[in-house]
C-alpha cells in the first residue's frame, strides 16, 4: 500500500463551523505533513509531524489546529475560518529523508 | 538555505515535441531533488528523484532528469510529449533533514495536438 489517503474530498463550510480534514497511511512512513496550496501556486507547508510529536509549525494561525494520534493518522481541525483559508489542503508523509508521498487533497471553501 | 528556481511559469509544445523544463538550485549540492506532477485537482505524485547515485535519472511516463553540478540544473525532458501529460511540474528539494520541503514556483505544461 502505497497511498496516502484523504478525507473528504471536497469541504465547505462556513465560518463559524468547527470541521476536520483527515489523513491515513500505511507505509510505516514517522513523518507526515500538512502543506496548504492555492491555485497555481506551490503547496506551502504548515506542519511537520515526526514519531507523533509536532516537530515544525509554520506559524500557522490557531484557527488550524492538527493532531496525529498515531503513527498512521493525522488531523487538521479548523475551526472559524476565513474566506481566504479556501485552497486545496494537502496531506503527505515519508521516509525521516526522502521523497514525500501525496494524497489527493481536501478541497476547502469557506463561506 | 537551499532554494530551487524554475524558469518559465508556462511552457507551451506540440504532442511530439520535446519537453524541457528547467529547474535550478541554489548554493551547495542537495542531498536530493526532486521532480513533482500534479494533474488538475489531484495531489502531487513523484515522477523522479536524485540521490548523488546517479546523474541521469529516469522516472515515469519516460520522463528523466540530468544533475549538472557545473550548471546548478536539474532539468527535467520528455522526448516527446503527449496530451496525457499537461499538468503542473514542481522543482523540489529538502529544506533540511526535517523532511521539509522547498518548491519551485510550478511550471504549467500545455500540449497542443
Known amino acids: 500500500d502505497t497511498e496516502v489517503t484523504q478525507t473528504p474530498k471536497h469541504l465547505v463550510m462556513g465560518m463559524t463551523n468547527k470541521k476536520s480534514l483527515k489523513c491515513e497511511q500505511h507505509?510505516?512512513?514517522?513523518?507526515m505533513y500538512w502543506y496548504k496550496q492555492k491555485a497555481k501556486k506551490p503547496p506551502e507547508l504548515m506542519f511537520v509531524?515526526?514519531?507523533?510529536?509536532?516537530?515544525i509549525n509554520e506559524s500557522v494561525p490557531s484557527r488550524f489546529s492538527p493532531e496525529c494520534p498515531n503513527s498512521s493518522l493525522l488531523n487538521l481541525h479548523l475551526h472559524a475560518l476565513q474566506p481566504e483559508d479556501s485552497a486545496l489542503y494537502l496531506c503527505?508523509?515519508?521516509?525521516?529523508?526522502?521523497?514525500?508521498?501525496f494524497g489527493q487533497g481536501t478541497r476547502l471553501t469557506v463561506v | 538555505a537551499q532554494s530551487v528556481t524554475q524558469l518559465g511559469s508556462h511552457v507551451s509544445v506540440s504532442e511530439g515535441a520535446l519537453v524541457l523544463l528547467r529547474c535550478n538550485y541554489s548554493?551547495?549540492?542537495?542531498?536530493?531533488l526532486f521532480w513533482y506532477v500534479q494533474y488538475p485537482n489531484q495531489g502531487l505524485q513523484l515522477l523522479l528523484k536524485?540521490?548523488?547515485?546517479?546523474?541521469l535519472v529516469k522516472g515515469i511516463n519516460g520522463f528523466e532528469a540530468e544533475f549538472k553540478k557545473s550548471e546548478t540544473s536539474f532539468h527535467l525532458t520528455k522526448p516527446s510529449a503527449h496530451m496525457s501529460d499537461a499538468a503542473e511540474y514542481f522543482c523540489?528539494?529538502?529544506?533540511?533533514?526535517?523532511?521539509?520541503?522547498?518548491f519551485g514556483q510550478g511550471t504549467e505544461l500545455s500540449v497542443k495536438p
Open positions: 503527505a508523509s515519508s521516509q525521516e529523508l526522502g521523497h514525500a508521498f
Open positions: 507505509m510505516g512512513h514517522r513523518a
Open positions: 509531524y515526526s514519531y507523533e510529536k509536532l516537530s
Open positions: 548554493s551547495s549540492v542537495p542531498p536530493y
Open positions: 536524485y540521490t548523488s547515485a546517479a546523474t
Open positions: 523540489a528539494v529538502p529544506y533540511n533533514q526535517g523532511g521539509k520541503l522547498i
